[in-house]
């Protein structure tokens, strides 16, 4: 056995899957309870800036957007500006066939999803891709659930049916990987900056301070 300096099979690229978010809308927040909204709002502005910056394909879907649920977080959508939402009766994003119709025009079989609630609208989707053969990352402290207990169980049960849990800066970091990819470094760290907590503000301090460059 020789080892090589190569990535792994299962690490994320940017162009390798299509980002689906799931109803991050104020209804569905309301609800929430396993994460604090200023968290979870912070999360889904991370992953969706890092997906605007690296043009990893989106999706973003609601539910009953214009009846019960309201808005699509501004987080969200401030980072893709002028794209359509597509908003569902279903609670199981999978079974409609508007997102269906543009997962096919991706063409991605490797699928990252996050959003509301974890356990009812990213289990039903997760599951079902699974079913038919895709792979499946569920960024997890990008969703939230009505309990602890809920959004737990949910992670679990995702996670035995096959799919991979992550988190928000790694899914960041991951794109990235390489400090020497100087063509996106200025948009990562801008990302990690504003929405990346203690490590943004360490790179703050650090360029400020020292003028310090990672890699």
Known sequence: MTATPTPGALLLSPTDHALILIDFQSQMSFATHSIDAITLRNNAALISNAAAEFKVPTILTTVAEKSFSGPMFSEITDAFPGQALLD?????????AAVIKRVNEI???????AGLWTSVCIVGPTLSAIDQGFEVYVITDACGDVSAEAHERAIERMVQAGARPMTSLQYLLELQRDWARTETYEQTTGVAKKFGGAYGLGIIYAKSMFGAHEG
Do not use: A, P, Q, Y
Request: no cysteine; glycine share 6%; net charge positive.
């Open 107 to 113: 063409g991605k079989t490797r699928l990252v999803f």
């Open 88 to 96: 569902r009766t279903s609670m199981n994003t999978w079974e409609d």
